[in-house]
C-alpha cells in the first residue's frame, strides 16, 4: 500500500508540473515582467540580506552551547515548522542557525556571513552572484536542507557528473545530521537505481541528465492527465516492480524546487541549443550516400561554385555550383540523386561540415567516433548529435562509421524546463552581465554578494597582436619568464586546438605542463587538484574555470600565487571573467593577463573587415605587437565583436522560446 501511495504521488507530482506553464514574455509585457518582479522582491537588497546575515551570526553563540541531544530537539523543532509551511523570517533565521551549527560540527566549515547571505538571497528565489573561491557548495548545503523540507525535493544542478557525485558525497553528513538523505544522478546509473535517486529529499545531477529523464517520463505518460486514471493504465501500482526493473510510473516525482550551480551557464550559455530526444532509424541505408555527397563536395570550388557564412554556418550554391552539382551527380546510381533539390542539399550539408564544424573546436574524434564539444564549456557531451544530416556528413568528412540517422521524438529547452519549477535559485560567479535576461525570461532577480575579503588580483594590460603566431610566441615567453619564478600558471585556451599549440610550444621548452581540453576530461579533477602546486603549468580550454576548484598551495602563495594567461577572448564576457577568476580568490595572491590576436576567432567572424583594416594599417610598426593608438582601437574592436556575439546568442536563445511555443502542442502529453 505504502509503494503504491509513493508511486500515485510521484505520478501526480509529474503531471502537476507538466501543467506548470510560465509563458514567455513578448514585446512591452518584458518590461511589466521586470517591474513587478522589482516590486515583488523589493525588500531583498544586500543591506537585508547583511542584516539577516548578522541576525544569525547572534543565534550561533548559543547553539554552540548545545549538547548533541538539545542540537537534535532544535532541528526537529525547527524542521516540523517548514514541513508544515508554517515558516516566518524568524523561523527562516532559526533554520539557517540551526544549518549553520550542523555544518560547524559534521565537517568543521562554518559558513561566513556572506555566505549565508548568498543563502538567504537564494531561499528568497534569486541568483546569488558569488565570485570563484567564495564558497558557493557550503553555500548551497546550508540553505538546500530549508529548501528540502518546505518543498519536500529539491534538485540541485551541477556542471558534471563528478562534481554531482562530489558534492552529494561531501555534503551527505550535514543533510543526513538534518534528517535528509541525498544522492546524485549518474551516466550509468539504470534506471532502477535512478528512481531511488529522484526519490530522494536532495538530488544532485547535471541540467542534461535530469531534463533528459523527465521528457522520457513525458513519453511515457503519453497524454495522460489525470493520476487516478494513470495509476490503472500503469497496472494499479499494486505490484512490486521485478528487481532491478525501473517504476511503473515516471522516473522524476515531480519538479518543485530547483538551486542550480553556475547559473549564468545553465541558464544562458547552454540554453542556446534545446535539448532533444532522438531514436536511432533502424536502417543505416543512408551512409554510402553521404560518404558520396562528401566526395561530391570535394570537387566544387569555394567562391566559383558556393560561399561560406561561417557565423551563421550556412552555405549557398552559386549558379555555376547548381551547374557543377547537376554535373556531378548525373553519375551517381543511387534513386535519392535523381531529386535535384534533395541532392543539392545532401551537398550544401557537406560544404557545412567542411567549412563551418571543425576538429577540435565543434568536436572530437575520440575512439572512431564523432563527439560534440560544448563550446561554452569545453567538455565532450556524450550521446548527442547534430540533426538534418549534419552529423552524419561530420562522420563522412572525417572518414569514421557513419551512424545512423536519428529522428527527434521530444525536445525542451533549458528556458522552458527550468520556468516549470515553483522555486527555481542559482549561484554563480558571473551572473551580473545577464541581469537583464535573468529577469526577462526566467524572472529572478540578480543579487551581487561582496566577498570575504576584498581581492587581490593584479590583472596586468591586455596584449595585441596582428598575428595569431606572435600572440602565441608572445604567451610561451610569458610562461617561460614566470616559470622561472616558480609560481602556478593556469593558461586559457578557447578550443582543444589551440590548448595542442600552447603545448607543442611548452614541449619545445622542455616545460613540464599538463593538459586539460575535450580529450583529456576524465582526468579533470586529477588534473585540477595539481594545478595550484609549485610549478605547475595547467593549459585548458574554459572548462577548467565552471565547477572547479584549484586550490593555491602555501608554498605558491608566498610566490604571488596562480598565473591566469588568457590566450583569446570568448563569446561571452562572463566566460572570460570565470576563468581570471580562477586567480586571487578569498584574497589569495594572484594575477591575470590577456593575449590576444587581430586573427581571433572573435574578430574574423564578428568584425573581420574591421579587423583587417587595423591590421593593415598597423603593418608597417616594427614588430607585430599593437600599442598606442592602435592598442586602443584594437581593445575597442574587440569588445565590439564581443557585443555582437552576445547579441547573436541572445536572438539565438530567443529563437528557441519562439520553436518552443511552436512546437508546444507536439511534445508527447503537453
Not at 168 to 184: H, K
Not at 259 to 278: H, K, Q, S
Amino acid at each position: 500500500m505504502l509503494q503504491a501511495n509513493t508511486q500515485y504521488q510521484a505520478l501526480y507530482q509529474s503531471l502537476a508540473s507538466r501543467q506548470r506553464r510560465t509563458p514567455a514574455a513578448t514585446g512591452l509585457d518584458k518590461f511589466a515582467v521586470v517591474a513587478q518582479l522589482r516590486i515583488r522582491q523589493r525588500r531583498i537588497t544586500v543591506p537585508w540580506l547583511r542584516h539577516q546575515a548578522e541576525l544569525i551570526d547572534r543565534i550561533s553563540p548559543e547553539l554552540r552551547h548545545h549538547t548533541d541531544a538539545a542540537l537534535s530537539q532544535r532541528i526537529s523543532d525547527i524542521r516540523e515548522v517548514f514541513l508544515r509551511g508554517r515558516q516566518d523570517d524568524e523561523a527562516v533565521r532559526r533554520g539557517f542557525a540551526v544549518t549553520r551549527e550542523v555544518a560547524r560540527r559534521e565537517t568543521g566549515e562554518e559558513p561566513y556571513l556572506v555566505q549565508l547571505m548568498g543563502a538567504m538571497a537564494m531561499y528568497h528565489s534569486c541568483i546569488a552572484e558569488m565570485l570563484t573561491g567564495e564558497g558557493k557548495t557550503l553555500t548551497a548545503a546550508t540553505v538546500a536542507p530549508l529548501l528540502a523540507w518546505e518543498h519536500r525535493h529539491l534538485h540541485i544542478f551541477t556542471v558534471n557528473d563528478y562534481l554531482a557525485k562530489r558534492d552529494a558525497e561531501g555534503r551527505t553528513p550535514i543533510f543526513a545530521r538534518l534528517g535528509l538523505r541525498c544522492g546524485a544522478i549518474q551516466q550509468e546509473l539504470q534506471p532502477a537505481e535512478r528512481a531511488a535517486v529522484y526519490a530522494l529529499p536532495i538530488v544532485y545531477g547535471t541540467p542534461k541528465q535530469i531534463v533528459a529523464d523527465y521528457l522520457r517520463d513525458q513519453i511515457k505518460l503519453g497524454n495522460m492527465t489525470s493520476a487516478w486514471t494513470g495509476m490503472r493504465e500503469l497496472g494499479n501500482g499494486s505490484m512490486a516492480s521485478p528487481a532491478g526493473a525501473p517504476p511503473p510510473g515516471p522516473l522524476v516525482p515531480g519538479l518543485t524546487a530547483a538551486m542550480v550551480d553556475e547559473a549564468d551557464g545553465v541558464l544562458i550559455d547552454e540554453a542556446v541549443v534545446p535539448l532533444i530526444i532522438a531514436q536511432s532509424r533502424k536502417s543505416d541505408e543512408m551512409s554510402d550516400i553521404y560518404r558520396t555527397a562528401s566526395e561530391l563536395a570535394s570537387q566544387l570550388t569555394i567562391r566559383e561554385h558556393y560561399t561560406a557564412d561561417l557565423l551563421r554556418r550556412k552555405v549557398e550554391l552559386t549558379r555555376q555550383g547548381k551547374a557543377r552539382c547537376a554535373e556531378l551527380i548525373a553519375s551517381c546510381p543511387a534513386p535519392i540523386w535523381r531529386a535535384t533539390r534533395r541532392a543539392e542539399e545532401l551537398i550544401r550539408q557537406s560544404l557545412v561540415a567542411r567549412h563551418c564544424y571543425n576538429a577540435g573546436r565543434q568536436y572530437a574524434v575520440i575512439d572512431g567516433r564523432v563527439q560534440i564539444i560544448d563550446e561554452f564549456t569545453g567538455r565532450i557531451m556524450p550521446d548527442r548529435s547534430w540533426e538534418h544530416g549534419l552529423h552524419q556528413a561530420v562522420e563522412a568528412k572525417e572518414s569514421v562509421e557513419v551512424t545512423a540517422d536519428r529522428e527527434t521524438i521530444a525536445r525542451m529547452s533549458f528556458q522552458r524546463f527550468f520556468r516549470m519549477y515553483p522555486l527555481m535559485c542559482g549561484m554563480t560567479g558571473t551572473a551580473a552581465d545577464a541581469t537583464g535576461e535573468l529577469q526577462r525570461v526566467f524572472q529572478r532577480r540578480v543579487i551581487v554578494i561582496p566577498t570575504n575579503r576584498p581581492v587581490a588580483r593584479n590583472e596586468m594590460p591586455t596584449r595585441i597582436f596582428r598575428t595569431a603566431a606572435a600572440r602565441w610566441d608572445a604567451v610561451t615567453a610569458a610562461i617561460v619568464q614566470v616559470h622561472a619564478t616558480g609560481r602556478p600558471i593556469l593558461v586559457g585556451t578557447r578550443s582543444v586546438e589551440a590548448s595542442e599549440i600552447v603545448s607543442r610550444a611548452l614541449t619545445d621548452q622542455n616545460i613540464d605542463h599538463r593538459v586539460l581540453n575535450a580529450v583529456q576530461d576524465k582526468e579533470e579533477a586529477t588534473l585540477v587538484a595539481k594545478a595550484g602546486q609549485l610549478h605547475a603549468v595547467t593549459v585548458a580550454t574554459n572548462m577548467a574555470g565552471r565547477g572547479t576548484d584549484i586550490k593555491i598551495m602555501p608554498e605558491a602563495k608566498k610566490k604571488g600565487g596562480l598565473h591566469v594567461i588568457l590566450t583569446e577572448m570568448h563569446a561571452a564576457r562572463r566566460i572570460d571573467r570565470q576563468f581570471i577568476g580562477r586567480a586571487g580568490r578569498q584574497g589569495d595572491p594572484g594575477s591575470a593577463q590577456s593575449f590576444l590576436s587581430l586573427q581571433d576567432e572573435l574578430i574574423t567572424l564578428y568584425t573581420k573587415r574591421l579587423g583587417t583594416a587595423l591590421a593593415n594599417l598597423t603593418s608597417g610598426a616594427s614588430g607585430d605587437e599593437l600599442s598606442g593608438r592602435s592598442l586602443v582601437w584594437a581593445k575597442r574592436l574587440f569588445k565590439l565583436a564581443q557585443a555582437r556575439a552576445q547579441h547573436r546568442d541572445r536572438n539565438m536563445r530567443s529563437e528557441v522560446l519562439r520553436q518552443d511555443d511552436w512546437v508546444e502542442k507536439h511534445l508527447p502529453g503537453m
